[in-house]
């Protein structure tokens, strides 16, 4: 019989193979979109595309890289799981959607790739987006996917650890230490992404769920207790849980 390990690895196998597939579908149907039609047609639908253009990255879905090594780096002991005292104890805020808006049909729409969506919060936690969600991982700003992308992720139950891209290496480092640690019953970078904002939020780290903002403006030690409980508070507890669901 497998394990629990076991189980949750092959799950998410299996989770990311369908959002691949999905994926790759979104990206042939932009293509027919952008190419399926004939003469100023044809010409329309690509000008469409280019003008409204959705900001927060550049590379469609994006492709995680490679898991960080972080041997050796140092976070400091866990003090709490509390939430509302994290958050007070870090300095930060939180920016919470009650769900009678956030989960409403017309925030969970989807809308064609390169439509330019406008976000109620910032960094984004809700609202229309693109069809394929981007998958969990750590994403660089070379390859980090549009924000519909990112803002889709969210409904399937996933955390996002954000941070400013002028944020010093040696606390990206420790954000990496923090992304690869297992939280409670989550795996390491499981429902969980990783990457500078692209849109830019006004704080030094941020993570986001499906309605809820936590919001750092300044890094500090305890930050790392806030994103924890966070996490442990919000994933898979989106309008699609356990990654997948219904499109």
């Known amino acids: 019989m497998a394990s629990r390990k076991q189980q949750k690895e092959?799950?998410?196998?299996?989770?990311?193979?369908?959002?691949?597939?999905?994926?790759?579908?979104?990206?042939?149907?932009?293509?027919?979109?952008?190419?399926g039609g004939i003469g100023l047609a044809a010409v329309a639908v690509v000008a469409v595309v280019i003008a409204a253009g959705s900001g927060g990255g550049t590379n469609g879905t994006g492709t995680p890289i490679k898991q960080a090594d972080t041997t050796g780096v140092k976070l400091p002991a866990a003090k709490t799981t509390n939430l509302t005292v994290a958050v007070k104890?870090?300095?930060?805020?939180?920016?919470?959607?009650?769900?009678?808006?956030?989960?409403?049909?017309q925030n969970r729409t989807h809308?064609?790739?390169?439509?330019?969506?406008?976000?109620?919060?910032?960094?984004?936690?809700?609202?229309?987006?693109y069809p394929a969600p981007a998958s969990d991982g750590e994403y660089r700003e070379s390859n980090l996917p549009e924000t519909p992308y990112l803002v889709h992720a969210l409904e399937h139950g996933r955390i996002e650890y954000q941070y400013n891209p002028n944020l010093p290496a040696a606390d990206v480092k420790q954000l990496e230490a923090l992304f690869n640690e297992q939280d409670g019953s989550w795996a390491p970078g499981q429902l969980l992404l990783l990457y500078p904002?692209?849109?830019?939020?006004?704080?030094?780290?941020?993570?986001?769920?499906?309605?809820?903002?936590?919001?750092?403006?300044?890094?500090?030690?305890?930050?790392f207790d806030a994103l924890r409980a966070f996490r442990l508070t919000y994933a898979d507890q989106g309008p699609e849980q356990l990654g997948t669901g219904p499109e």
């Open 10 to 35: 092959a799950a998410r196998a299996l989770r990311i193979a369908e959002e691949q597939a999905r994926a790759a579908r979104a990206r042939r149907d932009q293509r027919i979109h952008l190419f």
């Open 197 to 223: 904002n692209g849109t830019n939020m006004p704080y030094a780290v941020a993570a986001t769920a499906w309605g809820h903002v936590l919001g750092c403006k300044s890094f500090n030690q305890r930050v």
């Open 111 to 129: 809308v064609q790739p390169g439509t330019k969506v406008r976000y109620a919060t910032n960094p984004p936690s809700y609202g229309p987006h």
């Open 89 to 105: 104890a870090a300095g930060c805020t939180t920016i919470d959607t009650p769900d009678a808006i956030a989960r409403t049909a």
